[in-house]
């Protein structure tokens, strides 16, 4: 199926070639101060096939953004993807998938360890009652499961 250019970077993928769990360079920019931001696209289920439960979602989202920080300073932000398939990590600075892979990982062994979702909670969270930490560690688990086919987008 032959679609249109589109601005948006994923809206160009092929989302019926794709093969989760993977972790994929999505887009590099240089901002007009020069800064530089890479952003990665981690695809954990099969997009129109399977998703994530909401409250999966959200609990991966907490764990993520706050155990990630503990394995870099360059982390901007970790953000759920509307489908519910996977989640975008903005970076400060270039990154060599190498050095994302060493982070997700080791933060994905963090969220296996945690023993709370953080933040869950009225008054740090907009929908506090809304985590699962059971869902978010076997979906880490999953992911991790994968990781020697993390760089293989496609098949």
Avoid: I
């Amino acid at each position: 199926m032959n679609q249109p250019r589109m601005n948006v970077e994923s809206f160009n993928l092929d989302h019926r070639t794709v093969t989760p769990p993977y972790v994929r360079l999505a887009d590099t920019k240089t901002l007009p101060g020069g800064d530089v931001v890479t952003k990665f696209d981690l695809r954990f289920v099969q997009p129109n096939r399977a998703h994530l439960e909401m409250a999966t979602v959200h609990s991966l989202e907490h764990l993520f953004a706050e155990h990630s920080r503990n394995h870099s300073d360059r982390v901007l932000d970790f953000s759920p993807m509307g489908c519910q398939t996977g989640f975008y990590l903005m970076l400060e600075g270039r990154w060599e998938l190498p050095d994302v892979l060493d982070l997700v990982a080791g933060t994905l062994q963090d969220v296996l360890g945690a023993t709370e979702v953080p933040a869950a909670n009225e008054v740090q969270c907009g929908w506090g009652a809304n985590h699962t930490l059971e869902g978010a560690k076997d979906a880490a688990r999953e992911f991790l499961a994968g990781r020697d086919g993390w760089e293989q987008v496609t098949a």
